[in-house]
């Protein structure tokens, strides 16, 4: 049994009716839903899948929560376990942004650890320019790690604070802002979350919200959309954030057709309209979700020259070579970063450039390979990556067993006379590389990305 803040139970009752915060009260009893988005661009998905997502292409509800952390197609990022109500944005993008005449440019300003990131980067397209931001480095490098997993190549991902994104006025097409909150909604998923929250608590993430809105707003293009959502209820961090914001600035509220999900309750305050997901009516955890449009005056995006630039061009005869690891060659721009060679989308080179220069990037583009003295070794964003062309390595597939001995970083040789750099593959989607000898072979599987759980083999063998 849930034990709720009493003043927690209080807003609920000024909110709903009596029998209405009866049914709300008692839905968080009941276990949270399970749900996955399948990754359109990664081919092979062996869940047993339940129902789908109204509201979402790729959305489904499992029958029953399987062990996530076991199945290696988790970790090629066929799919990403996302709860049900977030996925909503998709239709933010769908009736307000797309389709577009030109490839959009998006920002997930608070992205970690990706839920929304690798969505976006699926419905704006191997066209779009995806910045996914997360202001806690640590938090980042899992963003980065879901991002590349997800492998299309289109996001840039970062680890800056709101305020840092000053150097990008009028930049983006759209801003997701799903802000750090009270965390209402997720009292049944997360109790812990349960424990944290207070009135004055609610108050000091609404002050915090505030302060990202204002800091992000100039980054927006006019005519852009704000898209922010949190996972609570209360009106201090939803609706009263919005009503201050057009009090600021010149906004146009944007609505959103919900005929074909009657369950998502529209709320409308102080000339503002938000879309509230609430347990006792939607199969999913609690969401708020309102769009603005801005109508006021920015400056187009207009890049100044960096006086230091961390990008260089790659020797002709590298760059040759490597664009030939990636399908489609001349949709691609090589450049070294570091020591690593990174592909980008010809079409956004010199703004990736700019971020790269002005912000703290952690990933962007596709990882092809790390570049010492004269050799040239693929990089795991590149295995990862939906545009690897595979016929330049040899691929082996390994059963379950070998998948995950491989994702424990063990050392496994697979039946195969390849050597070199071979590809591991599950169900014919990659894992990741070893370099394999005549009587060894060497996993490259990313160390922090390992599975650290112990494994039952004995147990396993027998599913
Ligand atoms: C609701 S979570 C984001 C979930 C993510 N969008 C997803 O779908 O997977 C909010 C994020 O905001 C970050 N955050 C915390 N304080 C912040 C601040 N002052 N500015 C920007 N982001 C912040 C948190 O670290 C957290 O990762």
Not at 101 to 110: F, H, I, N
Not at 324 to 330: A, Q
Not at 345 to 371: C, D, M, Q, T
């Amino acid at each position: 049994m849930l034990h709720l803040p009493e003043a927690f139970i209080q807003f609920i009752h000024s909110t709903f009716s009596e029998e209405e915060a009866k049914l709300f009260l008692s839905s968080l009893e009941a276990p949270a839903p399970v749900s996955i988005r399948l990754n359109p661009g990664k081919s092979y998905h062996e869940l047993a899948l339940g129902t789908a997502i109204p509201w979402s292409a790729q959305g489904y509800y499992l029958p029953e929560r399987p062990s996530f952390t076991l199945d290696p197609l988790l970790h090629a990022g066929a799919y990403y376990v996302q709860e049900a109500s977030s996925m909503f944005i998709e239709q933010a993008v769908k009736q307000h942004l797309l389709p577009s005449e030109a490839p959009l440019a998006v920002l997930d300003l608070c992205a970690a650890p990706g839920g929304k990131s690798t969505h976006l980067s699926t419905l704006i397209g191997e066209e779009g320019l995806l910045v996914s931001n997360e202001v806690i480095k640590s938090r980042a490098n899992i963003l980065s790690e879901n991002v590349q997993k997800w492998g299309l190549g289109n996001t840039v991902v970062c680890s800056n604070d709101p305020e840092d994104f000053q150097v990008l006025e009028g930049f983006f097409d759209a801003v997701l802002i799903d802000a750090p909150c009270s965390g209402e909604g997720m009292f049944r998923k997360d109790p812990a979350s349960i424990k944290e929250w207070s009135p004055e608590h609610v108050q000091l993430c609404s002050a915090r919200q505030r302060r990202i809105v204002k800091d992000i707003w100039p980054a927006l293009k006019q005519g852009g959309v704000l898209m922010y959502s949190t996972c609570t209820y209360n009106t201090e961090e939803n609706e009263e954030n919005l009503a201050w914001l057009a009090e600021q600035e010149e906004v146009e509220c944007l609505s959103l057709d919900c005929t074909a999900f009657p369950e998502v309750v529209a709320v409308e305050w102080k000339g503002m309209i938000g879309y509230h997901f609430y347990p006792h009516k939607t199969q999913g955890e609690g969401f708020f979700l309102a769009l603005v449009r801005k109508k006021g005056e920015t400056d187009d995006f207009y890049p100044k020259k960096s006086r230091k630039s961390f990008v260089h061009g790659l020797p002709k005869a590298d760059g040759a070579e490597l664009s030939t690891w990636l399908l489609e060659p001349t949709r691609w721009h090589l450049c070294l970063w570091g020591e690593h060679a990174l592909a980008f989308p010809e079409f956004w080179k010199e703004e990736i450039e700019y971020l790269i220069n002005n912000l703290k990037v952690v990933s962007a583009g596709v990882a092809v390979a790390e570049i010492k003295q004269k050799n040239k070794n693929p990089l795991h964003g590149l295995a990862m990556s939906q545009w690897l062309n595979h016929s330049i390595f040899p691929m082996v597939e390994v059963d379950r067993e070998m998948a995950l001995r491989y994702l424990k970083k063990e050392d496994i040789m697979p039946n195969t006379e390849a050597q070199g750099w071979v590809l591991i593959c599950y169900k014919q989607t990659p894992l990741g590389w070893i370099k394999k000898m005549s009587n060894r072979a060497n996993n490259y599987y990313p160390k922090e990305w390992r599975i650290r759980m112990d494994i039952n083999w004995a147990e396993e063998r027998e599913k």
